[in-house]
């Protein structure tokens, strides 16, 4: 149990362009989702925390309007990156997270920006 | 603030030898950390939590409050052992539930 998925695994877009990435918990509901960013052979960077149904918390020195985040179920949370530039380009991943336990990730999402 | 540090990025030693991968955590309040595990071309996995006081793989780590360390050790590495190692500290209040990781420790278990 505790599965978590991401769609798409991977994306290339074009300079200026939007993409949207979909993290979805299969087997529960999550009452919090983490949006995180993972430079090679880096760390996690937290992006942001989302609860089901309210705004997310976005961690210092991200954009909030750039890295667009919405949690509309206790299954769903996705992340927008809007107008995407090169710099955009990472590895990027989600968990999910009941309440009282741990979080469980996705299996991230490989976004390229030409 | 917290933080969490792991001190070596690299790591290798050879099959059947002891392994021991350090973490030292800063922060005021009652911590509670954690083990995760990257391997290749996989996702992050829960490699055990210091609650549970629990043994996974042959891993075990004890939660050393005086030194503020969890250090993750194993008496005999396997070549499977191989992969990135963080260590993850939770924090509580408003942030319940947001992790804070090191660096990460890349593992390498030579034949």
């Known amino acids: 149990g505790a599965v978590v998925s991401q769609h798409p695994s991977r994306v290339i877009c074009k300079s200026g362009t939007s993409v949207k990435i979909e993290c979805r918990s299969l087997?529960?509901?999550?009452?919090?989702m983490f949006w995180y960013r993972q430079f090679p052979k880096k760390s996690l960077m937290l992006m942001a925390t989302s609860n089901e149904g309210s705004k997310a918390t976005y961690e210092q020195g991200v954009e909030k309007d750039k890295f667009l985040i919405n949690h509309a179920s206790l299954t769903l949370s996705t992340l927008t990156v809007t107008s995407a530039h090169p710099e955009d380009s990472s590895f990027y991943i989600c968990s999910a997270m009941r309440v009282a336990d741990t979080q469980y990730f996705g299996p991230g999402t490989r976004l390229t920006v030409l | 603030a917290q933080r969490v540090t792991q001190p070596e990025k690299l790591l290798s030693v050879f099959k059947g030898a002891p392994v021991e991968l350090k973490c030292n955590y800063s922060?005021?309040?009652?911590?509670?950390l954690f083990w995760y595990v990257q391997y290749s071309r996989q996702r992050l996995q829960l490699l055990l939590r210091?609650?549970s006081r629990e043994s996974i793989k042959g891993f075990t780590a004890d939660l050393n409050k005086g030194e503020t360390s969890f250090h993750l050790k194993k008496p005999f590495a396997q070549e499977e052992d191989s992969a990135m190692y963080y260590c993850a500290l939770r924090t509580g209040g408003t942030s319940y539930g947001k992790l804070t990781f090191g660096q990460g420790t890349i593992l390498t278990v030579h034949p």
């Open positions: 922060y005021s309040g009652s911590p509670e």
């Open positions: 087997d529960f509901q999550a009452t919090t």
């Open positions: 210091h609650i």
